[in-house]
């Protein structure tokens, strides 16, 4: 059973598109997470929801939107496509908000903006 | 603000050789800290961890102690085999409450 997964696992779309990108977990984790991971492997954490709440919105540009519709799901849409959008998103989950909670991963979602 | 620094990459090594790769951390107060495996075309996933001072964590052949004296958490491996072959990621949970990572050392290993 996946416990984090991401659809779709490759998008590939023009600029100026809008574009969605879903996460589920089936580990009852109250905690969810966006993050980028650009070309050189660099990741940073753009957004976390714990039960449907968002609690870190870090400095993402507003075409970037998440939407939590329930504690099991975090979506994540982008408007108006950049080329520097091209990135892999993982999203990844924790049973709740304690430092030493281990994070896990879906499986990446390969953004390329043509 | 808080940051994690280690060692750049990659790093090559035959298989059997000693690993070591080095990370240092800046925090305030005394964070949870953790290595993150990511293998070819998957997400991240838990190397080890450790939550306080002195604290080793260990898994598959891997170790790491917290060290508060020098700020480090290094990774060591006694014997590397070719499927350790990753980029690895230490990373510390921080007082704004998320995780941040550092620029991760991929390691490729030679049979």
């Known amino acids: 059973d996946t416990a984090v997964s991401q659809t779709p696992k490759y998008l590939v779309t023009q600029m100026g598109n809008d574009k969605s990108i879903k996460c589920e977990q089936n580990l009852g984790h109250d905690t969810m997470y966006w993050y980028k991971q650009d070309s050189k492997k660099f990741l940073k954490i753009m957004f976390s929801y714990n039960n449907k709440e968002l609690i870190i919105n870090e400095t993402v540009p507003n075409r970037f939107s998440p939407k939590s519709p329930d504690k099991a799901h975090l979506n994540l849409h982008i408007n108006s496509l950049e080329l520097g959008d091209s990135a892999v998103y993982f999203c990844?989950?924790?049973?709740?908000?304690?430092?030493?909670?281990?994070?896990?991963f879906g499986p990446g979602t390969r953004l390329t903006v043509l | 603000g808080d940051s994690v620094t280690q060692m750049e990459g990659p790093v090559t090594l035959s298989e059997e050789a000693f690993l070591t790769i080095n990370c240092t951390y800046t925090?305030?107060?005394?964070?949870?800290l953790f290595w993150y495996v990511q293998y070819p075309g998957e997400g991240l996933q838990l190397l080890l961890k450790?939550?306080?001072?002195?604290d080793k964590g260990s898994n598959k052949g891997f170790e790491a102690t917290y060290r508060k004296e020098t700020t480090s958490f290094h990774l060591e491996k006694g014997s590397v085999q070719v499927s350790d072959s990753a980029v690895y990621f230490c990373a510390l949970y921080s007082s704004a409450s998320k995780i941040i990572f550092g620029s991760g050392t991929r390691l490729s290993i030679r049979p």
């Open positions: 450790a939550t306080k001072a002195d």
């Open positions: 990844a989950s924790k049973v709740g908000t304690s430092g030493s909670d281990t994070q896990y």
């Open positions: 925090a305030t107060g005394y964070p949870s």
